[in-house]
């Protein structure tokens, strides 16, 4: 099976950020995946273990953009607490 390589978009200016599509499925939703024993010599060239929400395919990026990742995991959950917490009064006891 033939890996579809990576793409990455870097906006550039202040704050730049960083964006990863999934190479399998092209969602967005990519979050940093538990390391194995088996991933040992990715491990030793830095590399991290990513698994993407939608097709659950697992893959491996440079150590630097699991760092992001995991940066843009907590603020997507943080927007979607807040969203949730936002969008009406808790129920109601009938």
Same mark, same amino acid.
């Given at each position: 099976m033939q890996v579809p390589s990576l793409i990455f978009v870097v906006?550039?200016?202040?704050g730049a950020t960083l964006t990863m599509d999934c190479p399998f499925c092209s969602s967005a939703r990519l979050?940093? =995946?538990r390391t194995r024993a088996a991933?040992? +010599?990715? /491990? /030793?060239?830095? &590399? =991290?273990p990513v698994r993407c929400h939608n097709c659950q395919e697992r893959l491996f990026v440079p150590f630097w953009t699991a760092k992001e990742i995991r940066r843009a995991t907590k603020l997507r959950r943080e927007e979607e607490? +807040?969203?949730r917490s936002s969008e009406g009064s808790p129920? =109601? &006891?009938s």
């Amino acid at each position: 099976m033939q890996v579809p390589s990576l793409i990455f978009v870097v906006s550039t200016g202040f704050g730049a950020t960083l964006t990863m599509d999934c190479p399998f499925c092209s969602s967005a939703r990519l979050r940093n =995946s538990r390391t194995r024993a088996a991933d040992i +010599l990715h /491990l /030793l060239v830095l &590399r =991290s273990p990513v698994r993407c929400h939608n097709c659950q395919e697992r893959l491996f990026v440079p150590f630097w953009t699991a760092k992001e990742i995991r940066r843009a995991t907590k603020l997507r959950r943080e927007e979607e607490r +807040l969203r949730r917490s936002s969008e009406g009064s808790p129920r =109601s &006891r009938s």
